[in-house]
């Protein structure tokens, strides 16, 4: 069964800081979809990344980036000189292609910046 | 604007009363989700419709309903036997490719339910 761990509950960090937000994923497909998705305050989710299981190159989109290493079952989220907009809760989800559930959700990190 | 809608904003039921949320999209997306989200929790899946006329049950289905007769509508019931309804609830919507669950979904606002 598909599965997402967000170890991080919440994290706090002072703006300008760079911080990492951790997903661990368990899956027994061998093709498979990860996403990141921001939860501002506002309550809805805004749609950061989706990657599949056969492109394991970082990517960077400006202050974030991410890393997928399929050996470790990992796609981490950094957010680089974080800014107080930044705040936000953070999920990660999975998505199997022969799953019946479409997408499976972690708990989410909530992650305070503090000017 | 292209966008997915919900309505109301907040939401009151009484005890053993039936109540709809409303959920609206002009993405011309084919698939439309319900997600059921609690403090401190993760999203999880109440039903989803992948074409018009055709439903499936999420993980926690039970004390809910919805039909899906517009290809843009994807109403919610909360019926009086889910008995813990008080929750924040998220719309979602997707192009379906025919297979597998690999596109990705965009969310509305939100509706956010109490119970008085």
């Known amino acids: 069964a598909q599965k997402v761990t967000q170890a991080q509950t919440e994290i706090s960090v002072v703006e300008k800081e760079d911080v990492t937000l951790d997903c661990v994923y368990e899956?027994?497909?061998?093709?498979?979809?990860l996403f990141w998705y921001k939860q501002p305050p506002s309550g809805e989710l805004v749609f950061l990344i989706r990657r599949n299981s056969f492109d394991e190159q970082n990517e960077i989109s400006g202050r974030y980036s991410w890393n997928f290493q399929k050996s470790t079952s990992s796609f981490n989220f950094t957010i680089t000189a974080s800014q107080v907009v930044d705040s936000a809760v953070y999920f990660c989800?999975?998505?199997?292609?022969?799953?019946?559930?479409?997408?499976?959700f972690g708990k989410g990190t909530r992650l305070s910046v503090i000017a | 604007d292209g966008g997915i809608t919900q309505s109301p904003k907040y939401l009151f039921r009484k005890e053993g009363q039936n109540v709809t949320l409303s959920c609206e999209q002009n993405l011309n997306h084919d698939a439309m989700y319900w997600y059921r989200q609690d403090p401190g929790q993760g999203l999880r899946l109440i039903y989803y419709?992948?074409?018009?006329?055709?439903?499936q049950k999420g993980d926690i289905a039970e004390g809910y309903s919805v039909s899906r007769e517009k290809k843009e509508s994807f109403p919610l019931t909360v019926t009086s036997a889910q008995k813990n309804p008080t929750a924040f609830y998220l719309c979602?919507?997707?192009?379906?490719?025919?297979?597998?669950?690999?596109?990705?979904?965009?969310f509305g606002p939100g509706t956010r339910l109490l119970v008085l």
């Open positions: 979602a919507s997707s192009i379906w490719a025919g297979s597998g669950n690999r596109e990705t979904q965009y």
């Open positions: 419709s992948q074409i018009v006329n055709d439903f």
């Open positions: 899956t027994r497909d061998t093709t498979y979809y």
């Open positions: 989800a999975l998505s199997e292609n022969s799953g019946n559930t479409p997408l499976v």
